[in-house]
């Protein structure tokens, strides 16, 4: 899955010594939305990504199409085809390659994956009330607030609501669709 900037791909040979190394990173740390109750170690991070034979979770690095620099994972867990419906889950560890739009395509490289490949219905996520850029992208994206876990993040002494987010198919195709007209029309 190949975009303009970022590519989603397998593990490779080093990755996961750098996702152990990364996962120190308290700023980084303090993004991820689900507990981390024990470090990974590098087999933990080898484990995770080599799982082939789940129909439930895909793990993908993230990588510059520039230069394949490993700049993050993403995944999306907790797929269940019954009922269509999986969770996305990003990181993108050094600040230096946040706010460059990797993320975002990242997002929609994985949500193309969801929905055209997989067949999926909808997609979910859940982001920490305080990152206020995560909360904008995901919305840019056509995210949908679907609820909030009040109060259920504790970061520096305070208490913030955990906000679960909802993107439908339909919802997807017609923002892609936008996309493209837009593009047609820049190009016109």
């Given at each position: 899955?190949r975009?303009?900037?970022?590519y989603?791909?397998?593990?490779?040979?080093?990755?996961?010594?750098?996702?152990?190394?990364?996962q120190w990173?308290?700023?980084f740390?303090?993004g991820?939305s689900?507990?981390?109750?024990?470090p990974f170690?590098i087999d933990?991070w080898?484990?995770?990504?080599?799982?082939?034979?789940?129909?439930?979770d895909?793990y993908f690095?993230?990588?510059?199409?520039?230069?394949?620099?490993?700049?993050?994972?993403?995944?999306?867990?907790?797929?269940?085809?019954?009922n269509?419906?999986?969770a996305?889950?990003?990181g993108i560890?050094?600040?230096?390659?946040?706010?460059?739009g990797?993320?975002?395509e990242?997002?929609?490289l994985?949500?193309?994956?969801?929905?055209d490949?997989?067949?999926?219905?909808?997609?979910?996520l859940s982001?920490h009330?305080?990152?206020?850029?995560?909360?904008?992208?995901y919305?840019?994206?056509?995210?949908v607030?679907?609820?909030?876990?009040?109060?259920?993040?504790?970061?520096?002494?305070?208490?913030?609501?955990?906000?679960?987010f909802?993107?439908?198919q339909?919802?997807?195709?017609i923002?892609?669709?936008?996309k493209?007209r837009?593009f047609?029309?820049d190009?016109?």
């Amino acid at each position: 899955m190949r975009g303009k900037e970022v590519y989603l791909a397998e593990l490779r040979a080093g990755d996961s010594e750098l996702f152990a190394q990364w996962q120190w990173d308290e700023a980084f740390m303090q993004g991820i939305s689900e507990d981390v109750f024990h470090p990974f170690n590098i087999d933990d991070w080898e484990k995770m990504f080599s799982d082939t034979m789940s129909n439930e979770d895909f793990y993908f690095t993230i990588r510059r199409t520039m230069n394949d620099q490993l700049i993050g994972f993403i995944s999306l867990t907790n797929v269940y085809f019954k009922n269509r419906h999986g969770a996305i889950g990003i990181g993108i560890p050094h600040a230096e390659n946040r706010g460059k739009g990797y993320g975002t395509e990242a997002i929609e490289l994985l949500l193309a994956f969801a929905f055209d490949h997989l067949g999926l219905h909808k997609v979910r996520l859940s982001v920490h009330g305080f990152n206020q850029k995560a909360l904008n992208v995901y919305k840019k994206i056509g995210f949908v607030q679907e609820g909030v876990n009040r109060e259920s993040v504790y970061k520096s002494g305070k208490w913030y609501d955990q906000i679960d987010f909802g993107l439908l198919q339909t919802e997807w195709r017609i923002n892609e669709n936008n996309k493209i007209r837009r593009f047609e029309r820049d190009l016109g």
